[in-house]
């Protein structure tokens, strides 16, 4: 029997786990935090008082089995100068289908037969929800996409109103072997999972190992100069009783180009393992660099073969 794997997390990190991990044999849930609201997915939001459809439609294309003439047509923006402009066309077919199912989670299922994905997608909330944040200097920020620009750091994360949790994700965690956080960023894709008490509340009932795979770099306003440690530090305030268990983590080296250039435009820095500041936690480590696209990217492959050793050597 395969193994049941719950994804928590949202954005391009869910993605590329998501995407590597398929190629095993394990039986994956993706729960996706549905605050992004930008661009597209916030006109949408607006507009139709739904979820977040943008990081869902990233995860669609990444457990997916088509043709990759599909991928590209749900990722095609709309150029033009009428109200389609900046619209993808997953993001529609996502609204589309929602509004005719009667909820997110039942369009996404009905769009996953199409696609026929490998894995199940499920919304973390069917709610229409807005995450906010309380700066280190007292200023409020609403609106993930305004958290992520205002690049000030950050104290907290919470809601504005709280929601409430899709049914099928509790039963989806009671049941996991494990639970895995995703890379991503942190305060806006991973700990927006972690901020509805019954996610929290049902962590701390069972004792299904919970894995954090790490982000190679830092970024701007959310993670400035923080290592591994840091990134657990922060994601176990939120975890309540409940701690990180295992850890996946880069030690493999980021060339000097690459490395020059997120410094200069993007501010962004290597993330260090800090082996001696990690003495209560199992450590995987690995050389997950990868450049796709002149990007830096987790090599998803050798992340999941190693999340996938993890797992056989559980009883």
Not at 3 to 32: N, Q, R, W
Not at 142 to 169: A, L, M, S
Not at 256 to 281: A, S, W
Not at 294 to 308: C, V
């Amino acid at each position: 029997m395969k193994k049941k794997v719950v994804v928590l997390g949202g954005g391009t990190g869910m993605s590329s786990l998501l995407k590597g991990l398929k190629e095993f044999p394990v039986d994956i849930t993706a729960v996706v935090s549905v605050c992004d609201d930008g661009q597209s997915t916030g006109r949408l939001r607006k507009e139709f008082n739904i979820p977040a459809v943008g990081d869902i439609r990233k995860v669609l294309v990444s457990l997916s089995e088509t043709d990759p003439l599909v991928e590209q047509l749900l990722n095609y923006r709309f150029k033009t100068t009428s109200d389609l402009n900046g619209h993808t066309v997953g993001n529609l077919l996502l609204t589309a289908m929602g509004n005719m199912t009667g909820n997110m989670s039942d369009g996404i299922e009905a769009i996953g037969k199409i696609l026929n994905l490998h894995g199940k997608i499920l919304p973390l909330t069917e709610d229409n929800v807005t995450l906010a944040a309380k700066m280190s200097d007292g200023t409020i920020v609403e609106g993930e996409h305004n958290i992520t620009q205002i690049r000030k750091k950050i104290k907290k994360v919470y809601y504005t109103d709280k929601p409430k949790v899709n049914y099928n994700v509790l039963e989806a965690i009671k049941k996991a072997d494990l639970i895995i956080l995703s890379m991503g960023s942190i305060y806006t894709s991973i700990i927006p999972n972690l901020l509805c008490r019954e996610i929290v509340d049902l962590l701390e009932k069972i004792d299904t190992p919970i894995m954090y795979t790490c982000n190679i770099m830092t970024q701007p306003g959310e993670t400035d100069n923080f290592r591994v440690s840091d990134h657990i530090k922060i994601i176990n305030q939120y975890l309540g009783k409940r701690k990180v268990d295992i850890v996946v983590a880069n030690d493999g080296k980021i060339g000097e180009t690459m490395q020059r250039k997120y410094e200069t435009l993007e501010q962004k820095d290597p993330v260090l393992l800090d082996r001696d500041n990690l003495n209560d936690i199992k450590i995987i480590s690995n050389n997950y660099v990868s450049v796709e696209n002149n990007y830096l990217r987790h090599d998803a492959i050798m992340l999941s073969l190693d999340i996938f050793k993890y797992l056989i050597s559980q009883k």
